[in-house]
């Protein structure tokens, strides 16, 4: 009896424990999104020359807490004959759907909350997933305004989701794995990945604005336009969370960028400093950068979104898996069959086929910018011959 009543108060002690780690991750979780929107204010308060927030507490630190403290104390409108239950559900399932993104991610050798082989597979299924979300809260609203904006993102989003499968297999094949902890071992083995790949990682993080709905790829929520998108009839809490699930997005994504391509937690010039600084440090950096990205450029057209996507970053990602994939055929039949053989003409074939992809890839990308060297020919060579 003292034995089975022992066990009962160790399985309670474990699940106590468990939900105080999950709850512990779930607050720190909240905190970097408040820290996030701060520094977005901060960061393009300084672009535009001016202070940012700078009244509630020290440097504005206690701006976020004020902001959710007012979104919080806000009535919670819900439109005439709209889907009540749908339109409460959709900013929950949003931003939940953001949170279980999370569970993957390590921030040390050992620090994840799912430490899954197939974790890449993990973060494909679930981020398939967040799109339903803003198309529930745009159908259920009963607005024309929401609609169209809850259209516009799944539809962006999908078309996105296609190239970014494609970047991710390029990582899993130079990483040899679909864990992430196993794609930083792998760079600490080697080298990081952006020194192979430096198109690819330019490539995935206009990916990520565009599956973020981030400048310039905000269409989504185009106020000239949709008022304020999918989310034009929430107030209170429920826009709140869909604001919370956006920056989680964003903050994960950025995490996503630097175990991708800049080594994770591995330290930069081999500093003694804590893997959780570096992993900080750089996540903040790609952070600044989205921020930068959106106090800078404008938005696009609709149109020239789509064709972006379909027609310029879904082939561009197409070869670089391509060229990945016979680089790697080539490394290991070059080892096995032809060292061996003779030195000069394995090291003819293989610069044969280098030359053969630069020439592919150099044509796929005088292709691309055919509109821009064909202005470049009307501004300065047509029209300065006098025409």
Known sequence: MIILFSYYINFLLGYIWHIGIYLSFFIFLLLTIALTTLLERKVMGSVQRRRGPNVAGLFGFLQPIADGLKLFLKEIIIPTNSNVFLFLIAPIFTLFSSILLW??????????????????????????????????????????????????????????????????????????????????????????????????????????????????????????????????????????????????????????????????????????????????????????????VRATLPRYRYDQLMKLGWKKIMPLTVIFMLFCIISMFLIKLYIVILYPLNIYISLLII????????????????IICKDYFRYIYNRFVFFGNGY
């Not at 993990?122 to 609203?141: P, R, T």
């Not at 610069?351 to 005088?366: A, D, E, K, P, Q």
């Open 103 to 292: 569970l993957v991610i390590p921030f040390n050798k050992t620090v994840a909350l799912l430490d899954t082989p197939h974790s890449m597979l993990y973060l494909l299924a679930i981020s398939s997933l967040a799109v339903y979300g803003i198309i529930f809260s745009g159908w259920s609203s009963n607005s024309k305004y929401a609609f169209s904006g809850g259209l516009r993102s799944s539809a962006q989003m999908i078309s996105y989701e296609v190239s970014i499968s494609f970047v991710w297999l390029v990582i899993a094949l130079l990483g040899e794995s679909l864990n992430l902890c196993d794609i930083v071992k792998k760079q600490e083995e080697t080298t990081w990945f952006i020194v192979p790949v430096l198109p690819l990682y330019i490539i995935f993080f206009i990916i990520v604005l565009a599956e973020t709905n981030r400048a310039p790829f905000d269409l989504p929520e185009a106020e000239a336009e949709l008022v304020a998108g999918y989310n034009v009839e929430y107030s209170s809490i429920a826009f709140a969370l869909f604001f919370l699930g956006e920056y989680a997005n964003m903050a994960l994504m950025s995490s996503l960028l630097t175990i991708f391509f800049l080594g994770g937690w591995l330290p930069l010039f081999f500093l003694s400093i804590s893997p959780y600084l570096w992993f900080g440090f750089k996540v903040s950096l790609h952070l600044v950068i989205f921020i930068w």
């Open 351 to 366: 610069r044969g086929v280098i030359l053969l992809s630069l020439f592919y890839v150099i044509s796929y990308f005088i």
